[in-house]
């Protein structure tokens, strides 16, 4: 067989399509939209490479307008988990011995077929299944996606050919083996590349995986599993299943094989499911690999010096892209006093411009949070925070799920630095803001540190350089993405890996080659050319 030292294509970030009025990219995803809404599609499991019926069928609904049904899919149970884990283990021995660069390239023609074929369609299912407007789901569903997939083959790459070093008469080598058993991905609603992503990263490391999707995402995940199948994935090597969460929980960590965990959720799900780990570890093969990303308490903080517009400007694309569902959005705030009257009035002025509605229609910044769940609790956030004597409501507060489940931007003023919304994750597009007397500047900055179980990204606007330095110092265990005069969403794969520490998860850094090294299990290997024939070393004559 001929070989050689292959490079894999240099990825570089996959460009954004504005959609701009009048442009092709905005016709054709409109079109492809109406398509979509015209048209109802039933979604089964895929074990084995096969499609798998369960016995429940559950409909799939706009969150903007929930009266729309896109389709349906079958939910399964305990049987089709055990299945695709059989799946998986079958599957394991010719996956891992396929070389590397084999495995890579499977993965680099899915990302082919995503920017191209697929993008239009993975962006429309995006904005109708998870209610994204269409830059939130062009960001997301076609550029991170597709840039997981190029740079994960890159950080692939660089990590088989780190190698060690060698004496004379040895030849030292590190071979880079998938986990013994299968690796579990549970993925979130509210990023389709992130549910891409974590089955296909174990994957590419030469791992199978059992991937149980959001039911709030599988309208989209569903096109995921024909891309990658489409660009030849095996059968077998990610399996995607359908079934409740602790149904499939008792049988993923309870079973001999399980060799890793990679989630993105919430907190609780996380440290349940770590319980549940460790309940268990003495049954396992091995130790299993836990990768977590779950929930945050994105801070920004302003100095005296800040400037005012940038401010505005990071506090609304922060808190209120995607109707803040997403673990990174900004939802506490802490302005000084002697800017809160600017603050305040362009605050008002920019919120009083946006417009709330369908993702169908572009003129909409703020469409829908996920379902009735969601809305239930965020509004009981906004209701209790009107009675409270301690908070004023300045902007939004208004809420409405007759057709969808829409809730208004809804900024909070506090007197209390510890008031619930300033401790609690919502995840909704509520901002609740703490305004502190100049002077406390470092006070408020311990303040901001000692807030919040979580620690995931945080923002810091200054125009002064040594208090842009005192606070990255001060908050440098309480982001692990740290944000300077920017919002603090919006991690580039590639740019900047993403992932916190504390109560926000395993800060183990997608889109770095950080995450894939918890994918494998080194093997050292050490050849000696001329072998010892005596045991007695020179210092015994």
């Not at 492809?32 to 369960?54: D, F, H, P, W, Y």
């Not at 011995?97 to 995006?126: G, P």
């Not at 299944?129 to 660089?158: M, P, T």
């Not at 409740?244 to 060799?259: I, T």
Request: aromatic share 12%.
């Amino acid at each position: 067989m001929s070989t050689g030292f292959f490079k894999v294509p240099q990825p570089s970030n996959e460009p954004i399509y504005s959609y701009a009025p009048g442009s092709s990219e905005r016709q054709l995803l409109q079109d492809t939209i109406q398509a979509l809404r015209a048209k109802q599609v039933e979604v089964s499991m895929r074990i084995r490479g096969n499609s798998v019926k369960g016995s429940k069928k559950v409909a799939m609904s706009c969150p903007h307008d929930h009266q729309h049904i896109l389709g349906y899919y079958y939910e399964g149970g305990k049987k089709d988990v055990l299945d695709a884990i059989d799946a998986a283990l079958s599957a394991k021995a010719a996956w891992a011995a396929l070389t590397w660069q084999e495995r890579v390239s499977i993965f680099l023609k899915a990302a082919d077929l995503s920017a191209n074929k697929y993008r239009m369609e993975l962006n429309a299912r995006t904005m109708l299944g998870q209610s994204k407007n269409a830059y939130q789901a062009e960001i997301d569903s076609a550029c991170e996606w597709v840039d997981f997939l190029r740079f994960n083959a890159h950080y692939a790459a660089q990590i088989y050919a780190d190698q060690p070093i060698s004496s004379p008469g040895v030849w030292n080598r590190l071979e880079y083996r998938p986990l013994e058993g299968f690796v579990y991905a549970l993925t979130p609603f509210n990023f389709t590349a992130i549910a891409g992503n974590l089955p296909a990263a174990p994957a590419m490391m030469g791992n199978t995986v059992v991937w149980k999707p959001a039911p709030q995402q599988i309208y989209s995940a569903a096109l995921l599993m024909q891309i990658l199948e489409e660009a030849g994935l095996p059968a077998g090597v990610i399996n995607l299943v359908f079934a409740d969460g602790p149904e499939a929980g008792e049988v993923v960590f309870g079973h001999r094989e399980f060799a890793g965990i990679h989630f993105t959720g919430s907190t609780k799900v996380f440290q349940t499911i770590w319980q549940n780990i460790g309940n268990n570890i003495a049954n396992y093969k091995s130790y299993p690999r836990i990768v977590g990303e779950t929930g945050g308490k994105d801070f920004v903080i302003a100095h005296p010096s800040a400037d005012v517009k940038a401010l505005v400007t990071g506090l609304i694309r922060g808190a209120f892209e995607y109707q803040g569902q997403k673990c990174s959005a900004a939802s506490r705030a802490y302005v000084p006093a002697s800017l809160w009257p600017a603050v305040k009035s362009e605050l008002q002025s920019e919120l009083g411009q946006i417009k709330i509605g369908g993702t169908e229609d572009f003129g909409n910044f703020v469409n829908a949070v996920i379902d009735q769940k969601a809305f239930d609790k965020i509004t009981s956030y906004i209701i209790e925070a009107k009675k409270s004597p301690e908070v004023e409501v300045i902007a939004g507060g208004d809420f409405d799920a007759s057709r969808g489940y829409f809730v208004e931007p809804t900024v909070l003023l506090t007197t209390n630095p510890h008031y619930r919304t300033m401790e609690e994750e919502i995840f909704g597009p509520v901002l609740t803001i703490y305004v502190y007397p100049d002077q406390d500047w470092a006070a408020t900055l311990q303040l901001v540190d000692q807030t919040s179980a979580y620690a995931l990204t945080g923002a810091i606007f200054s125009q002064d350089a040594y208090a842009l330095s005192e606070a990255a110092k001060v908050l440098e265990n309480a982001a692990g993405n740290l944000y300077l005069n920017d919002k603090c969403t919006g991690a580039v794969v590639g740019q900047q890996p993403f992932g916190g520490a504390r109560a926000s998860g395993t800060n183990d850094k997608a889109g770095s080659y950080l995450n894939l090294l918890r994918w494998v299990s080194p093997r050292t290997v050490k050849e000696v050319f001329s072998s010892p024939t005596d045991f007695r070393y020179p210092f015994l004559g």
